[in-house]
């Protein structure tokens, strides 16, 4: 029987326990497994190599994605990171111009230095993709809507664009999550995740997660998990499990409740500037319905000058001030010294990260209370 996704996420990847009946993946916490004689195992020998509770997510994950092979890493860098170990010396990446600061990072101050170098480009217009395609680059890599101004790129058209000259599409679809986006579906070759986002949800686990559709991809992928060695635990691998399951039933809370505060702000006559691909004004909006079945919870924003945005942070009471996003609270956080503090200053103006910009990850609380809260931040925190 065909699972549409409602039930693929409780039902999907390895349901259960096949042994005991356990309606719950059991948590193997074991580094080895016994074996019977030279040869001879029972399929598991070591658990950075394999794990069966590991094995459920990433099948679980694989599923999700309409992918063949799932990847679970000990944080979404670490899945990022294995995945750009693909490359080598003297190959390029063409990037997105607003991508998370860490991958930007790992990008800028790890792999520049092992000569895998990349360029930056404005991927929601899909010429510009094309035109940066020279020999020397070997894949794309984008996010959508991307991080934190969410530019909405198109992914079908960015694949093709890709292919027609022999290079892989990698996609990070953290902020949507397979619910609303399936990548692999429009064509990429590599969808990546930080776990530790929406898809785990409770802001209690750092994991990463990659699914190819490829079988020679998948084996290399398989062989530098291994190789590297940033694998995912089994009790966090039991929490993005656990965290998949009600992941339906959040989203469409996380999406309704980020359209009733981005309308209200856009509105509201204490702002510039919203960024949300679900407001119809946004440049994103037909795009971001086309591709996707939600635009997801993620608002950036930028106050009116009768604001301090400093002293907004600190006047919030509902809303906490932190690192990340995607977790059942809501989240609140100033890019240009937080999540994209890594960027050069002269990069992240080019790309319009103003020191202004307010990046908001809309938890599943009740809406009116957010905005009650967003609203009495900005009245206290009126200039003068
Ligand atoms: C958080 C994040 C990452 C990094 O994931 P970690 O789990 O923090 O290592 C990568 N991409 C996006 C879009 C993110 O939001």
Redesign the pocket.
């Known amino acids: 029987m065909s699972l549409r996704i409602d039930s693929l996420l409780i039902h999907g990847g390895t349901d259960g326990d096949e042994t005991t009946g356990a309606v719950t993946v059991p948590i193997y916490q074991t580094s080895t497994y016994r074996q019977n004689g030279l040869g001879e195992t029972r399929g598991w020998e070591y658990s950075r190599t394999g794990n069966p509770t590991r094995a459920a997510l990433e099948k679980l994950i694989a599923e999700l994605e309409q992918g063949e092979y799932g990847f679970a890493?000990?944080?979404?860098?670490?899945?990022?990171n294995t995945v750009l170990s693909l490359f080598k010396a003297g190959d390029r990446l063409v990037i997105s111009d607003n991508?998370?600061g860490?991958?930007f990072r790992l990008l800028n101050n790890v792999f520049n230095n092992l000569g895998i170098t990349y360029e930056i480009v404005d991927t929601s217009d899909a010429s510009l993709i094309e035109k940066a395609l020279d020999d020397s680059v070997k894949a794309v890599y984008i996010?959508s809507p991307?991080?934190p101004l969410l530019t909405v790129t198109d992914i079908a058209a960015a694949a093709e664009a890709a292919h027609r000259h022999g290079k892989l599409l990698i996609v990070?679809n953290?902020?949507l999550t397979p619910y609303l986006q399936r990548p692999l579906a429009l064509g990429a070759d590599i969808v990546?995740?930080?776990?530790?986002?929406y898809l785990g949800g409770h802001s209690d686990t750092?994991?990463?997660l990659a699914v190819v559709k490829d079988r020679e991809l998948a084996e290399r992928l398989y062989y530098l998990q291994n190789a590297i060695g940033g694998v995912l635990s089994p009790f966090d691998s039991f929490l993005v499990i656990r965290g998949i399951k009600t992941l339906g039933v959040r989203m469409d809370r996380h999406v309704w409740n980020a359209g009733q505060i981005a309308g209200w702000l856009e509105q509201s006559g204490y702002v510039k500037k919203v960024y949300y691909p679900g407001l119809e004004s946004d440049p994103g909006y037909e795009l971001q319905k086309k591709q996707a079945d939600g635009a997801g919870a993620m608002i950036s924003f930028e106050l009116d000058d009768k604001y301090d945005y400093r002293r907004f942070f600190k006047e919030l009471k509902l809303v906490t001030l932190a690192?990340?996003?995607?977790g059942v609270e809501s989240l609140v956080c100033h890019p240009a010294t937080m999540?994209h503090a890594a960027i050069p200053e002269d990069i992240r103006r080019r790309v319009g990260i103003t020191d202004e910009l307010i990046r908001l990850s809309v938890g599943i609380e009740d809406a009116g209370d957010l905005i009650e809260d967003i609203r009495q931040a900005i009245e206290a925190s009126a200039k003068g």
């Open positions: 890493f000990a944080s979404g860098l670490a899945a990022i991508i998370y860490g991958t996010e991307a991080n990070d953290t902020f990546l995740h930080s776990a530790t986002k750092i994991s990463g690192e990340s996003l995607g999540t």
